[in-house]
């Protein structure tokens, strides 16, 4: 036989009818005829049936005995029609079949802990994660990540067509105060003192601005301290972008203008190009939720996306003494609703230096909903010390803790901070609403489990005491 080079993917395989290719990838599922062997081989595209027959290839025949599902294997075969009947319309090569004339095995397989081949949301999530790359290997977690990476790709192309420039932000920093407890990071070289790192990359986009990067994107990481449940854990992913000289409506015109691309050039279906804004008082009102599902019944049933803006929130809240945040965050009975970096509306500005209806302040914070979720938030900045400093004076922080807290803030924006705002959007749970998923962890590759767990790498971990003592941590 003459020497076959290029592999070839299942999808491809049905332009090659009468011709001899080799594909690789994995065993799926294997059925012992005896006089034959049948086996489903799956790659990145999806599945072909390969036939073994033992008149055709012998030797086949010999290695298609003793393989077995996650088996890695080549094969090498003649790409034949299948007979009228047994066409499998649910696959890219379900006309044809692959007559095996030689297969070799590149690795075996012990049997995996689960069937990877089934949709896999009735297996326990424990076990998914800690196998999480055999979990990944199910066609629906296959298609999840390419519809992420897709939906990534395409949201950087709108912003890159729109002039914006993609900057990484650092992870080792300060606290940045969204809302949520802190990861802290001990310093070697500084025994005693702590890197933070960040909720969100918000101090550090706006000082791009007050930089000059007039439009900034980028894919963060955020991590916040906040008890892990089921359908989320301490990391997530945003798109996160600021722009300078800009109003409210503005950001929210470039924001629609952007996902509506990236959600059609992924095939997601709108129910509007133009999404519907709603003041917080009158979703209230009307639904008695800012997040609300705007989708008829036959739209859940489709997978529609039905975007929405809520617009005008209450800028303050009195402290809870439930949220564990509010004590870090606040030094008085108030605290901020969404975002201390935001601006009042202006016409509330006068109020809001006076200090006076602090309750009915509104602020110019902007969230994106979608089918009754949260799908971002953003808003115009405070960019004047002035303003920002009276956010912090509400909040009851002397000048001393102001100038501790953000200080650096107060003093970048002394050198002409231009105005600006922005927003971030949850990436993950724009891929888990385009792909109909529940949970956010279904579109990432490796989320952490409900107990705080990591997957796969089973952390948090003890380290050991050499390490401790470089850090000058001892337990008491
Ligand atoms: N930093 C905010 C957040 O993470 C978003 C923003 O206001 O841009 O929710």
Known sequence: MAEIKARILSSQVANHVDGTVKLNGWVNIRRDHGKLIFFDLRDKDGLVQVVVIPSSSKEAY????????????????????RPEGTINKDLASGTVELEAKEIK??????????????GGLDIDEEVRLKYRYLDLRRPRMQQNLKLRSDYMQALRQALVKREFLEIETPLLSKATMEGARDFIVPSRFQPGKFYALPQSPQQYKQLLMVGGMERYFQFP???????????????????????SFVTREDVIETVEAVVVEAVKAVNGKLKNDKFPV?????????????KFDLRTEEEKKNGTLAFAWVINFPFFRPVSKTEVSDKYDSKSKWTFTHNPFSMPIPEHIDWFLKGENIDKILTTQYDLVCN?????????????????????????YTDKQIEESIGHMLEAFSYGAPPHGGIALGLDRHVALLRGESSIKETMAFPMTSTGRTAVMDAPAKVSDEQLLELKIKFT
């Open 62 to 81: 010999e290695v298609a005995q003793d393989i077995r599902p996650e088996y890695v294997v080549e094969v090498v075969g003649k790409v034949n029609k």
């Open 105 to 118: 095995v590149l690795n075996k397989s012990e049997t995996p802990p689960f069937d990877v081949t089934s």
């Open 221 to 243: 990481h955020c991590l916040r301290d906040e008890d892990p449940r089921a359908d989320r854990g301490f990391e997530f992913t945003q798109l996160d972008l600021e722009m």
């Open 278 to 290: 709603f003041s917080y008082a009158d979703a209230m009102k009307k639904f008695g939720s800012d």
């Open 372 to 396: 009754g979720l949260e799908a971002g938030g953003g808003s115009i900045r405070a960019h004047t010390p002035e303003l920002l400093r009276t956010t912090y004076k509400i909040m009851g």
